[in-house]
């Protein structure tokens, strides 16, 4: 059983660079999220989608973007990276009221 | 207020003791209640969804209160295993349920 998947799982870029995280479930959930994890800080929420086509900002949104354009697949796009993202990245799917399922997550760095 | 506050702790126990967690929430209205578990550098798990009478698994017993809008969680006879961080989330209600994380709880068991 895959659950969630996050694609990739380490990643180096160079301030400016820009790259996109890839999460796909395959439960059917209508909700998947976004969250960003920095020692201290516990989870926080960086954009949500509560369907297929429909996305929204979370706690920490500016310097991301997000698409969702396929049900399965919630996308986390950085344009134009800084240090300050650099960061751990969860994703994770849940149904409308129930547990929240998460990826292994994504260790990003930006020098 | 944060939404959702936990004791950061670290909770130093020895093995075999019994050890309790609470979490405070500030939404009265909200409706979903769980327990994770994260181990250093890993994705959070679940560990229990908490029950409005109260639900046990093995060693680990989870309590709503709403009146005082908390959640509790018990560990009896403690092992080196549970060492870990436990979040405590918050789904709420009006058409939202965005999980809301607390900060977590450090648990060190030591021989």
């Known amino acids: 059983n895959a659950g969630v998947t996050q694609t990739p799982k380490f990643r180096v870029l160079k301030t400016g660079q820009s790259m996109t995280l890839l999460c796909a479930q395959d439960m059917n959930h209508e909700y998947m999220y976004w969250y960003r994890q920095d020692p201290g800080m516990g989870l926080r929420l960086i ?3 509560v369907g297929e086509g429909t996305t929204a900002k979370g706690e920490v949104p500016d310097g991301y973007n997000v698409s969702r354009l396929k ?3 919630f996308l986390l796009g950085l344009e134009s990276a800084a240090p300050s993202q650099t960061s751990v990245y969860f994703c994770a799917s849940s149904r409308f009221t129930g547990e929240l399922f998460f990826g292994e997550g994504s260790r990003l760095t930006v020098l | 207020r944060k939404e959702v506050e936990q004791d950061p702790g670290p909770f130093n126990v020895p093995e075999g003791a019994t050890v309790a967690f609470n979490c405070t929430y500030s939404n009265s209205a909200s409706q979903s209640f769980f327990w994770y578990r994260q181990d250093c550098r890993k994705e959070p798990k679940l560990l229990m969804s908490v029950y409005s009478s109260g639900n046990e698994d093995g ?5 709503l209160n709403r009146a005082s809008q908390y959640i509790s ?3 009896r006879d403690s092992k080196l295993s549970d060492s870990a961080t436990y979040l405590c989330v918050v789904k709420g209600s009006g058409g939202s349920y965005i999980p809301t994380f607390g900060r977590g709880t ?3 068991v030591h021989p």
């Open chain 1, 47 to 49: 954009h949500y989608s």
């Open chain 1, 71 to 73: 049900k399965q697949n």
């Open chain 2, 59 to 63: 060693r680990f017993t989870a309590q």
């Open chain 2, 73 to 75: 969680l018990l560990i």
């Open chain 2, 106 to 108: 450090s648990l060190i």
